[in-house]
């Protein structure tokens, strides 16, 4: 009893002492480093939109820049897992590549020779097809560095050229084209956005979760009679997480269809074409639902979850882990068949995208995404990363090349200035952590 | 050692070698409920890998355990933890990035109906069995790395002692400990005794252990010096046979005692 007593007096005394802005964050238990990627972030976009004469920060782009990140920030996901084992996957470019090839051929040469052209089912299967391979694949690698003890940087490595030799091989480097018109609606475009009425109703989902998460978390803590957060701060965490969903939908249908298709869709439809234009917001796009869906999915996984759970253990002490009982050599090979799924998932949304399959697709991206994760603050030496981190990153790294060809930076000069930025954001970090200790 | 009670572990004839190298040669212990045996010897003598086979850390290559006399099949940490015996590491072996919680019931995590992690319960059950044995931790959310060195190591007792463990290996429990918190750990080994553990303490120090345990087994160089009842010899005989493997008259020779002739 008397020790229950002095901690209250403790932290009542250390509360008291501390300054408001301390105390505001540890009330609302909000992340600073993610607060600080937040700030980070928009600094970027305010400076590029001031260099670009407010062509930035425009419904347009802001939609585009959505659609550009998904494929990256679906990645980035799986990556954070990877990095937090003490893992790499340079592969995930090349499996994109190939994975997207086979999903080219199976449903623009194969699947139309069986069902017949744009068959309802071609995507299905199409994407059932590319989700197993990149499972297969993933799982492969993950099988060779877990049970043969090869390093994931060299599985990987070879893996970065196998399958782009492969991608290379299956069509002796021809381009695919066109994709089934309802797989292309995973790339986004007029047609790859759910529209006004249906994005508002996501948001509006969106805010109940967030409403019931909040106070679910509390139930349960209270249930136990653990420490509770202060109720302005619930009522601070719950406004703001609504706003910026919400504002976001609001951005996004405010970005109007182009008056060429928009006239094409009314001419279709018997709608007489108003004087001022037809105004057809484009609303949520698919690629970007689908990032948040996986994004949502892989938080899920990794905090809720016991693979999550073995996931940081593993990451943070393998001994420890292998100890405790964990299976860890199978934690690692799922680890990449997830990758490797994920990848199936990103190959879908860039190929749709393109609407086409090329030999070239997805190169680089490997760097793309582990530049997302680790900007996102997945740390290399293992055990530390968050999903939404990650997410951050990716779209901080979009941003800055979205803003330079904004901007009319040279091509040489993007690539420069993105890998200073990755190096810096690095070092921002390890500044911040050794202070944080 | 008249005792006529089965023993609660025999490991028997147990040798392992690395590359060549005896670690462990034909050694034999024992453990009986209730009782503390401090297993002694040098660095390198191979006590820690004796253990650690017990542990199943490591696969022995030859000789038997038993629990409770019958044979034990132990090829792995689950096949350990199924015959009720707890480690707590000399590296403390806890994942330092997770919180006390998680680690507590790291490989044994309660989940709720739909299948996910019931943190919040295994947070409850944390912090009962903290409060038990170090009511001044307040510090549940934070990742372990953030603990000082006491604090670490409830969370590593606290973890071998959640799951009713029979069995307990303490590898170096004081090592990295404060005299406060040594004598914290004393106490706990005292309280877990009365309730019919049977612990095994290993140390290169004998001062750590000579007043905890019971017996002492002393090894070198990777075999069995001998045994003795800790109220039948003193510190001094105990060190000539971890430093000489001179077997004091009150004492059983094990293989690895010096041959005087």
């Not at chain 2, 034909?26 to 045996?37: C, K």
């Not at chain 2, 038993?66 to 940490?77: F, K, R, S, T, V």
């Amino acid at each position: 009893m008397a020790d229950i007593t002095n901690t209250t007096h403790a932290n009542r005394a250390r509360s008291a002492s501390e300054n408001p802005v301390k105390r505001f964050f540890r009330a609302t238990e909000i992340d600073t480093r993610l607060l600080g990627m937040v700030g980070a972030m928009l600094i970027i976009w305010i400076g590029f939109n001031i260099l670009s004469g407010g062509l930035f920060l425009t419904p347009r782009n802001l939609w585009n820049l959505s659609v550009q990140t998904a494929s990256v920030a679906v990645m980035a996901t799986g990556m954070v897992l990877v990095i937090v084992t003490r893992n790499i996957d340079l592969s995930v470019g090349s499996i994109l590549g190939f994975v997207g090839m086979i999903m080219g051929v199976l449903q623009a040469e194969l699947l139309p020779q069986l069902l017949g052209f744009n068959h309802p089912a071609t995507w299905m299967i199409t994407l059932l097809a590319g989700l197993l391979l990149g499972a297969g694949i993933g799982a492969l690698h993950g099988a060779i560095i877990a049970f043969l003890s090869v390093p994931s940087f060299i599985v990987t490595l070879g893996g970065l050229l196998v399958w782009r030799g492969a991608t290379w091989f299956v069509t002796s480097g021809r381009t695919v084209a066109p994709m089934d018109a309802t797989f292309r609606l995973m790339g986004g475009g007029t047609e790859g956005s759910i529209g006004a009425t249906a994005s508002w109703i996501v948001g509006v989902i969106a805010c109940i979760a967030i409403v019931a998460t909040i106070a679910n978390s509390r139930k349960q803590r209270k249930r136990f009679g653990f420490p509770l957060r202060p109720m302005w701060a619930e009522y601070f965490l719950t406004t703001v997480g609504c706003a910026l969903v919400l504002g976001a939908i609001a951005v996004v249908n405010s970005y109007p269809w182009p008056v060429a298709i928009a006239r094409r869709y009314a001419d279709a439809n018997g709608i007489a074409w108003p004087e001022g234009g037809l105004f057809i917001p484009h609303g949520i796009a698919i690629p970007v639902l689908i990032a948040i869906v996986v994004g949502i999915v892989m938080t899920f996984i990794s905090t809720r979850l016991r693979f999550g759970r073995y996931v940081f253990a593993l990451g943070g002490n393998p001994e420890a882990a292998e100890l405790a009982g964990i299976k860890t050599r199978w934690v690692t090979v799922k680890i990449f068949a997830l990758m490797g799924m994920l990848c199936a998932i990103a190959a879908a949304i860039s190929t749709a995208r393109l609407n086409a399959a090329t030999n070239a697709q997805g190169e680089l991206d490997e760097l793309y995404t582990i530049a997302a994760a680790v900007i996102g603050g997945t740390s290399l030496a293992g055990g530390m990363g968050t999903i939404a981190g990650a997410m951050l990153g990716a779209l901080v790294m979009q941003s800055l090349q979205s803003g330079m060809v904004l901007v009319g930076i040279d091509t040489p000069f993007q690539r420069i200035v993105v890998g200073m930025v990755l190096v810096v954001a690095v070092w921002l970090d390890t500044v911040y952590r050794a202070r944080a200790k | 050692m008249t005792d006529t009670r089965t023993p609660l572990v025999e490991m028997k004839n147990i040798s392992i070698s690395f590359g060549g190298i005896h670690a462990v040669d034909n050694a034999s212990v024992d453990l009986y409920p209730g009782e503390v045996v401090a297993l002694l010897g040098h660095n390198g003598a191979g006590k820690s890998t004796l253990i650690k086979i017990l542990s199943g850390a490591y696969k022995r290559d030859g000789g038997e355990i038993l629990i409770n006399g019958e044979p034990a099949d132990i090829n792995n940490p689950r096949d350990a933890k199924k015959y009720g015996i707890e480690t707590i590491y000399q590296t403390l072996a806890v994942a330092d990035n997770v919180d006390a919680a998680a680690n507590l019931y790291l490989g044994r995590e309660l989940r709720t109906p739909w299948g996910t992690l019931d943190d919040v319960a295994m947070e409850a059950k944390t912090r009962e069995v903290m409060g038990r044995l170090n009511p001044n931790f307040q510090r549940f959310k934070e990742p372990v790395k953030a603990l000082s060195g006491g604090q670490r190591q409830s969370v590593a007792i606290a973890r071998a002692i959640l799951f009713n463990a029979r069995i307990l290996i303490m590898d170096e429990p004081t090592a990295a400990l404060g005299p406060q918190e040594t004598a914290q750990v004393g106490e706990l080994i005292k309280q877990l005794k009365k309730e019919g553990i049977g612990i095994f303490l290993i140390s290169h120090d004998i001062h750590d252990v000579f007043d905890l345990a019971d017996r002492v087994s002393v090894m070198k160089n990777g075999q069995v010096v001998g045994h003795a009842r800790t109220e039948d010899v003193t510190k001094d005989e105990v060190l000539g046979m971890i430093i000489l493997g001179k077997v004091p008259e009150k004492a059983i020779p094990g293989p690895g005692a010096m041959q005087t002739a």
